[in-house]
């Protein structure tokens, strides 16, 4: 039984911070990589960030470097994204995925809404 559990979505003015995690029920956590994916309406889903499964490599698309930060805690089998100045062009429903070779797991989605 795997499951990853998402948290942390909300309403948030421009310029405003939110963290979002994401805890996986899973054994062997540090052999998976991490990620974080959005999908807004009417829009394919894109990779954010990614994280190698010990943590020491990290990459973001252009458009969150700086101001996005994904880290995870391999002793407490979970993976956050720690988003800063945020946009509106960042509303989007945000996934957290782990993968092993061909094998992947997917959370249930968290929506990031940023508004005045």
């Known amino acids: 039984q795997v499951q990853l559990v998402e948290s942390g979505g909300d309403l948030v003015q421009p310029g405003g911070s939110l963290r979002l995690s994401c805890a996986a029920s899973?054994?062997?956590?540090?052999?998976?990589?991490a990620g974080w994916y959005r999908q807004a309406p009417g829009k394919q889903r894109e990779l954010v960030a990614q994280?190698?499964?010990?943590?020491?490599?990290?990459n973001y698309i252009d458009s969150v470097k700086d101001r996005f930060t994904i880290s995870r805690d391999n002793f407490k089998n979970t993976v956050s994204l720690q988003m800063n100045s945020l946009k509106p062009e960042d509303t989007a429903v945000y996934y957290c995925?782990?993968?092993?070779?061909?094998?992947?797991?997917w959370g249930q989605g968290t929506q990031v809404t940023v508004s005045s």
């Open positions: 995925n782990i993968a092993r070779g061909v094998v992947t797991y």
């Open positions: 994280i190698s499964s010990g943590g020491s490599k990290k």
């Open positions: 899973i054994s062997a956590f540090n052999t998976y990589s």
